[in-house]
């Protein structure tokens, strides 16, 4: 079992910038590709951006060179860097996970979500 856990959200005026964090923690685990999605009220949650474990990056287009993904292998963490924030942007942010256990069978885990609010 591997929990993740969020943090870093809160209230940012439009134009404004917020960094998120993600850890995982658990027994004899090694975290593969990692990503951030996020879920606006009434909307289904979207992908946002995505990391592997050689640390190549992707990102959907709406946050494009705006957002940043980027991770720490050895404390077993992602982070996305959130820059001119939009209140389009407003949602709650989840942190997943795929995971080995030492095999070749992928697991995967959400976090509890950590909300961002972009004010007008």
């Known amino acids: 079992q591997v929990r993740l856990v969020e943090s870093g959200g809160g209230l940012v005026e439009t134009g404004g910038s917020l960094r998120l964090s993600c850890s995982a923690s658990?027994?004899?685990?090694?975290?593969?590709?990692m990503s951030w999605h996020r879920q606006a009220p009434g909307a289904q949650r979207e992908l946002v951006a995505s990391?592997?474990?050689?640390?190549?990056?992707k990102y959907s287009d709406y946050v494009k060179g705006r957002f940043t993904v980027s991770r720490d292998n050895a404390k077993n963490m992602i982070f996305l860097q959130m820059n001119n924030l939009r209140p389009d942007d407003t949602a709650v942010y989840f942190c997943?996970?795929?995971?080995?256990?030492?095999?070749?069978?992928?697991?995967?885990?959400w976090g509890q979500g950590t909300q961002v609010t972009v004010s007008s």
């Open positions: 997943n996970s795929d995971v080995t256990f030492g095999g070749p069978m992928l697991h995967n885990y």
């Open positions: 658990g027994r004899a685990f090694r975290p593969e590709t």
């Open positions: 990391i592997d474990k050689f640390g190549e990056p």
